[in-house]
T-cell receptor, first 116, second 111 residues
């Protein structure tokens, strides 16, 4: 149980284009989903928190107009990197927190984005 | 700024030994703590969660929590080369749904 999928697993795009990443909780309903970014040899950096049906809460320093997050249902959240630049190249990982009191969050396999 | 601190390592232990990983946190009100394992190039995988003071065992893993000292640890018994990874400590900030991660401790189990 508690499986989170992410698609695509890797993507290469040209500078200036937009990329959409999907995150799905496959066997549970996720009240809250999180989007993280991780640069090589660094820890996870929380970008934003999203609750189903409401606007995402972005961390300080994360541009909400550049990283568009939509949490349309209890099993799906999307992150769109708009007008991508080479400095946006990173490992993007989503996670989902199930309804209930365990507070455990489960991570998707991640999406490696390379902007050329 | 709420923080979670871990020694970055690498921590090297021989195969079969006990690996001890430590974590301290600054949010005194936090009640939920987690250990994740992350292999290079992969996303984190939940190993254990702990909410009460004391020990919690799951197979070869034991999590220990001391809220008074704001200290969480993870013991891995009978360490295997496949345990070689980065171990991340995470804390759920009190009154929020926000998790703060430590920078991770890199563990090397030597065959």
């Amino acid at each position: 149980g508690a499986v989170v999928s992410q698609h695509p697993s890797w993507v290469i795009c040209k500078s200036g284009t937009s990329v959409k990443i999907e995150c799905r909780s496959l066997d549970f309903q996720a009240t809250t989903m999180f989007w993280y970014r991780q640069f090589p040899k660094q820890s996870l950096m929380l970008m934003a928190t999203s609750n189903e049906g409401s606007k995402a809460t972005y961390e300080q320093g994360v541009e909400k107009d550049k990283f568009l997050i939509n949490h349309a249902s209890l099993t799906l959240s999307t992150l769109t990197v708009t007008s991508a630049h080479p400095e946006d190249s990173s490992f993007y990982i989503c996670s989902a927190r199930a309804a209930g009191t365990s507070h455990e969050q489960y991570f998707g396999p991640g999406t490696r984005l390379t902007v050329t | 700024q709420k923080e979670v601190e871990q020694n970055s390592g690498p921590l090297s232990v021989p195969e079969g030994a006990i690996a001890s990983l430590n974590c301290t946190y600054s949010d005194r009100g936090s009640q939920s703590f987690f250990w994740y394992r992350q292999y290079s190039g992969k996303s984190p995988e939940l190993i254990m969660s702990i909410y009460s003071n004391g020990d919690k065992e799951d197979g070869r893993f034991t999590a220990q929590l001391n809220k008074a000292s704001q200290y969480v640890s993870l013991l891995i018994r009978d360490s295997q080369p496949s345990d070689s990874a980065t171990y991340l400590c995470a804390v759920l900030l009190s009154g929020t749904y926000k998790y703060i991660f430590g920078t991770g401790t890199r563990l090397k189990v030597l065959a």
